[in-house]
Protein backbone atom coordinates (compact mmCIF):
# COMPACT_ATOMS: atom_id res chain seq x y z
CA UNK A 1 0.00 0.00 0.00
CA UNK A 2 2.71 2.19 0.99
CA UNK A 3 4.59 1.85 -2.30
CA UNK A 4 1.01 2.22 -4.61
CA UNK A 5 0.99 5.60 -2.67
CA UNK A 6 4.47 6.49 -3.20
CA UNK A 7 3.77 5.81 -7.16
CA UNK A 8 0.94 8.09 -7.25
CA UNK A 9 2.79 11.00 -5.06
CA UNK A 10 5.74 10.09 -7.83
CA UNK A 11 3.04 10.95 -10.95
CA UNK A 12 2.76 14.77 -11.28
CA UNK A 13 6.65 14.61 -10.99
CA UNK A 14 6.86 12.26 -13.98
CA UNK A 15 4.31 14.15 -15.98
CA UNK A 16 6.80 17.43 -15.44
CA UNK A 17 9.78 15.66 -17.00
CA UNK A 18 7.79 14.55 -19.34
CA UNK A 19 6.35 17.97 -20.55
CA UNK A 20 9.80 19.40 -20.06
CA UNK A 21 11.23 16.73 -22.47
CA UNK A 22 8.89 17.15 -25.21
CA UNK A 23 9.57 21.11 -24.80
CA UNK A 24 12.97 20.28 -25.11
CA UNK A 25 12.39 18.64 -28.40
CA UNK A 26 9.99 21.18 -29.76
CA UNK A 27 12.39 23.89 -28.80
CA UNK A 28 15.32 22.34 -30.71
CA UNK A 29 13.03 21.52 -33.74
CA UNK A 30 12.13 25.21 -33.69
CA UNK A 31 16.01 26.18 -33.69
CA UNK A 32 17.12 23.95 -36.41
CA UNK A 33 13.98 25.05 -38.45
CA UNK A 34 14.77 28.56 -38.35
CA UNK A 35 18.00 27.75 -39.99
CA UNK A 36 16.62 25.76 -42.61
CA UNK A 37 14.24 29.30 -42.98
CA UNK A 38 17.35 31.13 -42.48
CA UNK A 39 19.05 28.97 -45.53
CA UNK A 40 15.86 29.13 -47.64
CA UNK A 41 14.92 32.92 -47.26
CA UNK A 42 18.83 33.92 -48.28
CA UNK A 43 18.96 31.17 -51.30
CA UNK A 44 18.20 29.55 -54.36
CA UNK A 45 14.79 31.64 -55.58
CA UNK A 46 14.95 34.16 -52.82
CA UNK A 47 16.77 37.03 -51.13
CA UNK A 48 20.07 36.89 -52.75
CA UNK A 49 19.03 35.05 -56.33
CA UNK A 50 16.78 38.02 -56.47
CA UNK A 51 18.86 40.75 -55.24
CA UNK A 52 21.46 39.71 -58.33
CA UNK A 53 18.55 39.74 -60.46
CA UNK A 54 17.44 42.99 -59.45
CA UNK A 55 20.87 44.52 -60.19
CA UNK A 56 20.47 42.92 -63.39
CA UNK A 57 17.48 43.01 -64.55
CA UNK A 58 15.35 46.47 -62.22
CA UNK A 59 12.80 44.04 -62.14
CA UNK A 60 10.24 45.21 -59.48
CA UNK A 61 9.08 41.80 -58.81
CA UNK A 62 12.82 41.15 -58.10
CA UNK A 63 12.95 44.15 -56.16
CA UNK A 64 9.76 42.89 -53.94
CA UNK A 65 10.76 39.00 -53.69
CA UNK A 66 14.51 40.25 -51.92
CA UNK A 67 12.74 42.13 -49.56
CA UNK A 68 10.16 40.18 -48.02
CA UNK A 69 13.08 36.87 -48.14
CA UNK A 70 15.29 39.52 -46.10
CA UNK A 71 12.69 40.33 -43.47
CA UNK A 72 11.80 36.27 -43.20
CA UNK A 73 15.72 35.95 -42.51
CA UNK A 74 15.81 38.51 -40.07
CA UNK A 75 12.56 37.39 -38.10
CA UNK A 76 14.62 33.03 -38.07
CA UNK A 77 17.49 35.09 -37.14
CA UNK A 78 15.62 37.00 -34.13
CA UNK A 79 14.18 33.99 -32.78
CA UNK A 80 17.53 32.13 -33.36
CA UNK A 81 19.14 34.72 -31.12
CA UNK A 82 16.61 34.51 -28.76
CA UNK A 83 16.15 30.60 -28.56
CA UNK A 84 18.13 28.81 -25.33
CA UNK A 85 19.20 26.24 -27.82
CA UNK A 86 21.79 28.10 -29.21
CA UNK A 87 24.66 28.61 -27.11
CA UNK A 88 26.43 31.88 -26.73
CA UNK A 89 29.54 30.91 -28.91
CA UNK A 90 27.07 31.51 -31.83
CA UNK A 91 25.76 35.04 -31.11
CA UNK A 92 28.85 36.51 -33.23
CA UNK A 93 27.23 34.58 -36.27
CA UNK A 94 24.09 35.54 -36.02
CA UNK A 95 25.31 39.25 -35.25
CA UNK A 96 27.31 38.62 -38.63
CA UNK A 97 24.27 37.55 -40.96
CA UNK A 98 22.08 40.36 -39.65
CA UNK A 99 25.16 42.99 -40.51
CA UNK A 100 24.88 41.10 -44.23
CA UNK A 101 21.39 41.15 -44.58
CA UNK A 102 21.16 44.93 -43.38
CA UNK A 103 23.53 45.41 -45.85
CA UNK A 104 22.13 44.03 -48.70
CA UNK A 105 18.28 45.90 -47.66
CA UNK A 106 19.56 48.86 -47.91
CA UNK A 107 21.34 47.98 -51.12
CA UNK A 108 18.14 47.42 -52.62
CA UNK A 109 17.16 50.82 -52.75
CA UNK A 110 20.64 52.30 -53.14
CA UNK A 111 20.00 49.75 -57.19
CA UNK A 112 16.48 51.68 -57.54
CA UNK A 113 18.14 54.86 -57.19
CA UNK A 114 21.21 54.30 -59.35
CA UNK A 115 19.49 52.48 -62.63
CA UNK A 116 17.03 55.50 -61.97
CA UNK A 117 20.13 58.08 -62.90
CA UNK A 118 21.12 55.84 -65.47
CA UNK A 119 24.61 54.29 -64.05
CA UNK A 120 25.68 51.23 -66.19
CA UNK A 121 25.46 48.15 -64.95
CA UNK A 122 29.27 47.20 -63.51
CA UNK A 123 28.70 50.51 -61.61
CA UNK A 124 25.52 50.12 -60.06
CA UNK A 125 27.21 46.16 -59.20
CA UNK A 126 30.10 47.80 -57.54
CA UNK A 127 28.05 50.36 -55.62
CA UNK A 128 26.04 47.33 -53.85
CA UNK A 129 28.60 45.02 -53.28
CA UNK A 130 29.03 43.49 -50.05
CA UNK A 131 31.85 41.41 -48.30
CA UNK A 132 30.18 38.05 -47.65
CA UNK A 133 33.03 36.18 -46.30
CA UNK A 134 31.80 37.19 -42.81
CA UNK A 135 28.54 35.99 -43.23
CA UNK A 136 29.36 32.92 -45.16
CA UNK A 137 31.33 31.80 -42.43
CA UNK A 138 28.52 32.79 -39.84
CA UNK A 139 26.24 30.43 -41.31
CA UNK A 140 28.41 27.31 -42.14
CA UNK A 141 28.63 27.72 -38.31
CA UNK A 142 25.35 27.51 -37.42
CA UNK A 143 24.72 24.68 -39.24
CA UNK A 144 27.58 22.48 -37.64
CA UNK A 145 24.92 22.24 -35.02
CA UNK A 146 22.71 19.95 -36.69
CA UNK A 147 22.73 16.78 -39.10
CA UNK A 148 21.49 17.58 -42.65
CA UNK A 149 19.60 15.62 -44.87
CA UNK A 150 20.25 15.65 -48.91
CA UNK A 151 17.83 17.75 -49.60
CA UNK A 152 18.70 20.47 -47.09
CA UNK A 153 22.37 20.26 -48.53
CA UNK A 154 21.05 20.56 -51.59
CA UNK A 155 19.18 23.58 -50.89
CA UNK A 156 22.24 25.27 -49.32
CA UNK A 157 24.98 24.33 -51.86
CA UNK A 158 22.87 26.01 -54.16
CA UNK A 159 22.15 29.25 -51.89
CA UNK A 160 23.72 32.19 -50.14
CA UNK A 161 27.76 32.08 -50.82
CA UNK A 162 27.33 28.94 -52.98
CA UNK A 163 25.98 27.94 -56.51
CA UNK A 164 23.48 30.74 -57.54
CA UNK A 165 25.09 33.33 -55.26
CA UNK A 166 28.49 32.35 -57.15
CA UNK A 167 26.90 32.15 -60.46
CA UNK A 168 25.27 35.56 -60.59
CA UNK A 169 28.44 36.95 -58.87
CA UNK A 170 30.75 35.04 -62.18
CA UNK A 171 28.19 36.85 -64.81
CA UNK A 172 28.40 40.43 -63.18
CA UNK A 173 32.35 39.93 -62.34
CA UNK A 174 34.07 38.33 -64.49
CA UNK A 175 35.91 36.45 -61.90
CA UNK A 176 37.45 32.76 -62.85
CA UNK A 177 37.18 32.09 -58.82
CA UNK A 178 32.99 32.53 -59.13
CA UNK A 179 33.32 30.03 -61.90
CA UNK A 180 35.35 27.43 -60.07
CA UNK A 181 33.28 28.01 -57.00
CA UNK A 182 29.79 27.61 -59.11
CA UNK A 183 31.21 24.59 -60.52
CA UNK A 184 32.08 23.19 -56.96
CA UNK A 185 28.90 23.44 -55.94
CA UNK A 186 26.82 22.74 -58.69
CA UNK A 187 29.03 18.80 -58.74
CA UNK A 188 28.23 18.95 -54.97
CA UNK A 189 24.28 18.84 -56.26
CA UNK A 190 24.32 16.88 -59.26
CA UNK A 191 25.69 14.57 -56.39
CA UNK A 192 23.26 14.66 -53.50
CA UNK A 193 20.59 13.95 -56.27
CA UNK A 194 22.39 10.84 -57.65
CA UNK A 195 22.55 10.10 -53.87
CA UNK A 196 18.52 10.77 -53.37
CA UNK A 197 17.97 8.57 -56.34
CA UNK A 198 19.96 5.71 -54.97
CA UNK A 199 19.12 5.76 -51.09
CA UNK A 200 15.79 7.11 -50.83
CA UNK A 201 12.34 5.34 -51.69
CA UNK A 202 10.80 7.84 -53.97
CA UNK A 203 7.76 8.09 -55.60
CA UNK A 204 7.10 8.67 -59.83
CA UNK A 205 5.89 11.95 -58.88
CA UNK A 206 9.57 12.51 -56.33
CA UNK A 207 11.13 11.06 -59.13
CA UNK A 208 10.24 13.48 -61.65
CA UNK A 209 10.71 16.23 -58.81
CA UNK A 210 14.39 15.39 -58.14
CA UNK A 211 15.03 15.03 -62.20
CA UNK A 212 13.70 18.40 -62.79
CA UNK A 213 16.10 20.16 -60.64
CA UNK A 214 18.47 18.13 -61.42
CA UNK A 215 18.10 19.01 -65.15
CA UNK A 216 18.15 22.86 -64.00
CA UNK A 217 20.74 22.83 -62.30
CA UNK A 218 23.23 20.75 -65.14
CA UNK A 219 21.84 23.88 -67.48
CA UNK A 220 23.38 26.38 -65.18
CA UNK A 221 26.70 23.92 -64.92
CA UNK A 222 26.90 23.62 -68.59
CA UNK A 223 26.53 27.70 -68.82
CA UNK A 224 29.54 28.28 -66.89
CA UNK A 225 31.10 27.87 -70.00
CA UNK A 226 29.37 29.95 -72.16
CA UNK A 227 29.69 33.40 -69.26
CA UNK A 228 33.50 32.92 -69.92
CA UNK A 229 33.48 32.98 -73.40
CA UNK A 230 30.88 35.92 -73.95
CA UNK A 231 33.35 38.20 -71.51
CA UNK A 232 36.26 37.27 -73.59
CA UNK A 233 34.21 38.40 -76.30
CA UNK A 234 33.79 41.39 -73.83
CA UNK A 235 29.95 40.95 -73.91
CA UNK A 236 28.09 43.18 -71.87
CA UNK A 237 26.69 41.92 -68.40
CA UNK A 238 23.27 42.49 -69.67
CA UNK A 239 23.52 40.82 -72.74
CA UNK A 240 25.50 37.72 -70.72
CA UNK A 241 22.80 37.65 -68.65
CA UNK A 242 20.08 37.19 -71.31
CA UNK A 243 22.05 34.59 -73.10
CA UNK A 244 22.16 32.23 -69.97
CA UNK A 245 18.42 32.95 -68.50
CA UNK A 246 17.04 29.87 -67.11
CA UNK A 247 13.72 29.13 -66.13
CA UNK A 248 13.98 28.06 -62.34
CA UNK A 249 10.03 27.54 -62.12
CA UNK A 250 10.35 23.34 -62.38
CA UNK A 251 13.67 23.45 -60.36
CA UNK A 252 11.87 25.37 -57.54
CA UNK A 253 8.53 23.50 -57.35
CA UNK A 254 10.35 20.39 -57.61
CA UNK A 255 12.69 21.71 -54.49
CA UNK A 256 8.93 22.66 -52.82
CA UNK A 257 7.07 19.25 -53.63
CA UNK A 258 10.21 17.20 -52.60
CA UNK A 259 10.64 18.81 -48.62
CA UNK A 260 6.90 19.29 -48.29
Known amino acids: MIGQTNR????????????????????????????VILVRSLGYGAGIHHFKNYVLRGQAKSHVIAKKSFYDALQALN??????????EYQ????????????????LERVAQLRSKGWRLEDIDRSVTVDDSAA?????QLRTRWQWSDLEE???Q????????????????QQERYHTLALENFLAV??????????????DEQREALQKVGRVIQSYRNYLGLIGRL?????????????????DGPALAGLALLTR
Not at 10 to 35: E, G, K
Not at 160 to 169: A, D, E, L, R, T
Not at 190 to 203: G, K, P, W, Y
Request: without cysteine.
Open 92 to 107: PAIAAIKTMLKAYDAG
Open 79 to 88: RLEKSPEINP
Open 231 to 247: HAMQRSERQIDLAVKIN
Open 8 to 35: WHLLPLVLLLMLTSMVSVQVAASARNDV
Open 136 to 140: IAALE
Open 158 to 173: LGYGKGIHNFKNYVLR
Open 190 to 203: ESLIVNRFNTARLD
Open 154 to 156: IEY
